[in-house]
T-cell receptor, first 113, second 112 residues
Framework: DSGVTQTPKHLITATGQRVTLRCSPR?????VYWYQQSLDQGLQFLIQ???????AKGNILERFSAQQFPDLHSELNLSSLELGDSALYFC????????????FGPGTRLTVL | EDQVTQSPEALRLQEGESSSLNCSYT??????LFWYRQDPGKGPEFLFT???AGEEKEKERLKATLTKKESFLHITAPKPEDSATYLC?????????????FGKGTKLSVIP
């Protein structure tokens, strides 16, 4: 158990819908990262927050957004969902913002029908 | 742009048959190379961080080594419970220094 929690574990929704994924980092970690993992693409970095502020953006679509709250939990919002958005979404956390050792949560499996 | 290539894509070993997984990387100023283990449907589990060429780290049957262009994950006398996908990632010092770039992984199967 890494200490990073994610909810929900599974999410099934329809195209065009909007969903919110939630992540709580390890105790003491200030930095949160979101990744998408699909069968053909591997783990792709989406976005990073550090102590409430956006620090880095990767291959994140404009339909996706995220935020980190004062209690340090983070939410990833996915809207206008498409079939291709079906994937595993992972949250990771670290103490430092410089992407030092990251500890991953169990993930949320999103299925878009 | 940082790049990571892992080989082989899949590896099938008999229990007790030692082998190595390869991770080749291209990065602007390596700030860290990371190995993770991932079981199906689970989150990656941190194994090792290596920072400089010549560095080695060990944990049980696993040993990670690092050169200037690649890293190896040596598995000695593997057991069936070592079956998993092993992921390699790098952090560079360029524009993407806040993120990790992952390879696609090596899927290891250890047969009893």
């Amino acid at each position: 158990d890494s200490g990073v929690t994610q909810t929900p574990k599974h999410l099934i929704t329809a195209t065009g819908q909007r969903v919110t994924l939630r992540c709580s980092p390890r105790s003491g970690d200030l930095s949160v990262y979101w990744y998408q993992q699909s069968l053909d693409q591997g783990l792709q970095f989406l976005i990073q927050y550090y102590n409430g502020e956006e620090r880095a953006k990767g291959n994140i679509l404009e339909r996706f957004s995220a935020q980190q709250f004062p209690d340090l939990h983070s939410e990833l919002n996915l809207s206008s969902l498409e079939l291709g958005d079906s994937a595993l979404y992972f949250c990771a956390s670290s103490v430092l913002p410089e992407a030092d050792t990251q500890y991953f949560g169990p993930g949320t499996r999103l299925t878009v029908l | 742009e940082d790049q990571v290539t892992q080989s082989p894509e899949a590896l099938r070993l008999q229990e007790g048959e030692s082998s190595s997984l390869n991770c080749s990387y291209t990065v602007s100023g390596l700030r860290g190379l990371f190995w993770y283990r991932q079981d199906p449907g689970k989150g990656p589990e941190f194994l090792f961080t290596l920072y400089s060429a010549g560095e080695e780290k060990e944990k049980e049957r696993l040993k990670a080594t690092l050169t200037k262009k690649e890293s190896f994950l040596h598995i000695t006398a593997p057991k069936p419970e070592d079956s998993a996908t092993y992921l390699c990632a790098v952090r560079g010092s360029g524009a993407g220094s806040y993120q990790l770039t992952f390879g696609k992984g090596t899927k290891l199967s250890v047969i009893p």
